[in-house]
């Protein structure tokens, strides 16, 4: 009777364990899982709206904050720096691929060293290594030099000009056939250095006087850090075909100018082939061989020739 009256005094329905009733705590679990799951379900409601799934124009906002902390609402839409896929957007110049370090700058252009066609070379004169002037070859100069074209020290050179347009001209005939192949290794002075030429020239230079040349459609005049493919009609007058830049790999420079056809191949000092195509380069062609020395002032240094072949 002493336990049952403390119970109603109480109010309990069961025992009482650690002063919690398991049953009601029980129905608050319960009751707390079916608020959850209601909320959960209503929030899902509002993300998912028909209204707004199926409305092509509808972007979710994204929020950004700046460096200044300030927030600022932008779309999701792709960046402009990014375009979406499936974009036709130009690549940005600085992905672009890079130019060549030496291009050719007039109507030529650069091409890889396999296309240059293979030709037999029939001269070759090494000073460098000691040989002498080319059997059959001739000469001829214009203008005021300290002494004629000669091998001298393993080069093959003029004295300084004492004058205004200085040249000296070395030609070989090949034997009938017209020339394909021209080429030197030259050293240029290292201040103020004259240019060299190298031509295949239609007819004889050695025929004419003073400062007049035959025609040509192949043609070579370098200077140190440039070079020009002209081609020189009846009449003398210059048509420039190409030009370029090219940069030393040491004190020698290699030229060697190729022809087939109405197509001229050159490769420079650093390697870069250069091609160009014109029908004078064909036409006006012939088989005489030619190296040529000149300054345009008193002061300036007669380029060298090491090496000189054609073919």
């Not at 896929?85 to 370090?101: K, M, N, Q, R």
């Not at 030429?197 to 400062?211: F, I, N, R, Y």
Request: charged share 20%; aromatic share 6%; no cysteine.
């Amino acid at each position: 009777m002493a336990g049952a009256s403390r119970d109603a005094r109480e109010g309990h329905d069961g025992p009482v364990h650690g002063g919690v009733d398991k049953v009601a705590w029980s129905k608050a679990v319960v009751l707390l899982n079916v608020v959850l799951i209601a909320a959960v379900a209503i929030a899902a409601f509002r993300y998912t709206r028909p209204d707004q799934a199926e409305d092509p124009a509808y972007q979710p906002q994204a929020v950004a904050t700046d460096t200044s902390g300030l927030t600022l609402s932008a779309s999701a839409a792709p960046s402009p720096a990014e375009p979406a896929a499936g974009s036709t957007a130009p690549v940005p110049s600085s992905a672009a691929p890079t130019e060549p370090a030496t291009p050719a700058t007039g109507a030529g252009s650069t091409v890889p060293a396999s296309e240059v066609p293979t030709v037999r070379t029939a001269l070759r004169a090494d000073f460098g290594a000691g040989d002498s002037w080319p059997v059959g070859a001739g000469f001829r100069e214009s203008g005021r030099m300290a002494y004629s074209l000669g091998v001298v020290d393993r080069l093959m050179v003029h004295g300084d000009p004492e004058g205004a347009g200085t040249v000296s001209w070395l030609e070989k005939w090949t034997g009938g056939s017209d020339v394909r192949r021209l080429g030197a290794r030259v050293l240029f002075a290292p201040n103020h250095s004259g240019s060299v030429a190298l031509t295949a020239w239609h007819t004889s230079v050695l025929e004419t006087s003073g400062t007049t040349v035959p025609r040509t459609g192949m043609r070579l005049v370098a200077s140190p850090g440039r070079w020009e493919l002209v081609a020189l009609d009846a009449r003398g007058r210059e048509a420039v075909l190409a030009t370029g830049a090219w940069r030393a790999q040491g004190r020698a420079a290699t030229f060697d100018l190729v022809r087939k056809g109405a197509t001229l191949w050159l490769t420079d000092p650093a390697g870069v082939v250069t091609s160009v195509t014109d029908p004078r380069v064909q036409s006006l062609s012939g088989p005489w061989a030619g190296f040529e020395l000149r300054e345009q002032r008193v002061g300036q240094r007669p380029a060298a020739l090491q090496e000189i072949w054609a073919g």
